[in-house]
């Protein structure tokens, strides 16, 4: 079984790796004391020249889950791959990722699942191995845009992506929260962990924001911005608020049959607030996007669940888990 590392690790670059208190009984503590540990990790030049191709790359991070983070990265995609004039690139070489329009292509840990309902149960080193091969080994080709969407919170996904992307250049973070306080609170972090970690951040999503009723158009707060909701916020932490998206149960319903939104409700308050966002001009802090949304190409790939010997050889160690943990005589 896999140790967990100490809580109040030093970390593998610092000067008392392998010599601090907590590194006492910690099954890496010779290997970090020999100084091997602080050596650069080799997978960040790879990373940095697979990524030269891709022309933007953005996280989509929330403070709180349930906040509609997923839901917001696939829209983004959707309407980022809406251009016409974007390309799509076929290299032979490493993974392909699942593509659901001729533009516009996926890659998820669920893909590699043998179920749709297993849990992937997992810690830290395992998640941070599986993002850097999503980010080395999977074939993106030419890319006008990368999305990633990440989990809520700052945790070491996180880090991890932050470090791998560093030397490729990150655009910025989308944040994405709910106008009520309790989802305000958490997004102030985040803002703050961008800071601390150099991550620029392109603007703030206020999800949920309000239903409007589509028969008489009027307008209900479900979620009240009891303390001004996320433009006091933003207004106060000096960030830009890129907009608003009001609740349409339209989306729900196209999420569950795997549709772009933008087409099935084109009229939609909720699609217009969605390109209002995409088109957005207003001022980024430097070294963020400097030109409006409007062009993606993401991936290419087979269509449709991949096979079982499509997964083997796409990731064999998390197939290899997988068969691990089944019962003698269980098969996929």
Aim: with cysteine; charged share 20%; proline share 8%.
């Amino acid at each position: 079984m896999e140790e967990e590392v100490p809580h109040d690790c030093p970390g593998a670059d610092s000067a008392q790796a392998g010599r601090g208190a907590s590194c006492q009984g910690c099954p890496n503590q010779r290997l970090c004391a020999s100084g091997a540990g602080a050596a650069p990790d080799p997978a960040l030049e790879e990373i940095k020249e697979k990524m030269q191709p891709v022309k933007h790359k953005i996280l989509v991070l929330s403070g709180k889950g349930g906040v509609g983070k997923s839901t917001f990265s696939a829209h983004l995609a959707h309407g980022l791959a809406e251009d016409e004039n974007s390309q799509v690139h076929q290299s032979g070489s490493g993974w392909s990722p699942v593509y659901v329009d001729d533009n516009l292509g996926v890659m998820s840990v669920g893909f590699l699942l043998s179920s749709p309902d297993d849990a992937v149960i997992w810690r830290g080193p395992k998640k941070n191995g599986m993002i850097k091969q999503f980010l080395r080994d999977v074939d993106w080709g030419e890319l006008d845009y990368l999305i990633v969407d990440t989990p809520p919170g700052t945790s070491d996904e996180h880090l991890s992506v932050v470090q791998y992307l560093a030397a490729a250049h990150i655009d910025g973070a989308v944040i994405i929260t709910t106008p009520q306080e309790v989802s305000l609170q958490d997004v102030r972090k985040e803002i703050n962990f961008c800071r601390k970690v150099k991550l620029p951040i392109v603007g703030v999503v206020e999800n949920m924001s309000g239903f409007v009723c589509p028969k008489c158009k009027k307008e209900s707060q479900i979620f009240p911005p009891t303390t001004g909701g996320a433009e006091a916020m933003c207004r106060d932490l000096a960030v830009p608020l890129l907009g608003r998206v009001p609740l349409d149960p339209l989306i729900g319903k196209s999420c569950d049959k795997g549709q772009s939104f933008f087409a099935e409700a084109p009229d939609s308050p909720a699609t217009l607030a969605y390109r209002s966002i995409i088109q957005s001009k207003c001022e980024r802090p430097p070294g963020t996007l400097s030109q409006p949304w409007g062009r993606a190409g993401i991936g290419v790939g087979w269509a449709g669940p991949p096979s079982e010997h499509q997964k083997r050889s796409l990731l064999p160690a998390v197939w290899d888990e997988q068969q691990e943990a089944k019962s003698p005589g269980e098969t996929s």
